[in-house]
């Protein structure tokens, strides 16, 4: 089955897969995990570019520009 549970990574909540904000379960987690980026709190150990984190990244990025353009 794939019936894979999508978890938010602000939160810890589950995330309905056709939730506008995946992979957050909302606009704010979404915002507060921009947030965390833009002021350091991830550190990056090694750089490591993983092809489906880039690829996940592009289509986050995609969709918001989508959202704005809708606005
Ligand atoms: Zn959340």
């Known amino acids: ?12 909540k589950p995330v309905a897969l056709d939730t ?5 379960c909302s ?3 979404r915002v507060l995990d921009l947030g ?4 350091g709190d991830y550190k990056i150990g090694s750089p490591v570019l993983d092809p489906d984190v ?6 986050a990025q ?3 520009e989508q959202r ?4």
């Open 62 to 64: 995609w969709k918001a």
């Open 20 to 24: 506008p904000d995946v992979p957050f």
């Open 27 to 29: 606009d704010r987690c």
């Open 1 to 12: 089955m794939s019936n894979k549970e999508l978890r938010c990574p602000i939160c810890k």
């Open 54 to 59: 880039l690829e996940e990244l592009d289509d």
């Open 68 to 71: 704005n353009r809708e606005n």
């Open 36 to 39: 965390a980026w833009a002021s």
